[in-house]
Nanobody, 122 residues
Framework: QVQLVESGGGLVQAGGSLRLSCAAS????????MGWFRQAPGKDREFVAR????????AYTDSVKGRFFISRDNAKSTVFLQMNSLKPEDTAVYYC???????????????WGQGTQVTVSS
């Protein structure tokens, strides 16, 4: 049974930082591309960042470039999202997901976590 468990969300003031973690089990983590997505109230789920199995190929949505950083630790089957200079518009539920291909399309991700809430106050 595949499980992706996010943690690290919370309430932070604008300009602050949070580090999200996603612990994976039940899948071949080091062969999986991993992604972070987010969904704000009343909006569609959107791509945030993704990382290849080796960590060599990384991509971000434009709105988080230079502020968010994705990384992974294959030995611990964990992917991270370091979020700096947070803005109120970053407020959303953040999800991690696993895919067999390097992609930014949510439809290509097979496994999803339950999500963790990030709230940025102004």
């Amino acid at each position: 049974q595949v499980q992706l468990v996010e943690s690290g969300g919370g309430l932070v003031q604008a300009g602050g930082s949070l580090r999200l973690s996603c612990a994976a089990s039940g899948l071949t983590f080091r062969s999986s591309a991993m992604g972070w997505f987010r969904q704000a109230p009343g909006k569609d789920r959107e791509f945030v960042a993704r990382i290849s199995w080796s960590g060599g190929y990384i991509a971000y949505t434009d709105s988080v470039k230079g502020r968010f950083f994705i990384s992974r630790d294959n030995a611990k089957s964990t992917v991270f999202l370091q979020m700096n200079s947070l803005k109120p518009e970053d407020t959303a539920v953040y999800y991690c997901a696993a895919s067999g291909s390097i992609t930014t399309d949510a439809n290509d991700y097979v496994y999803w976590g339950q999500g963790t809430q990030v709230t940025v106050s102004s």
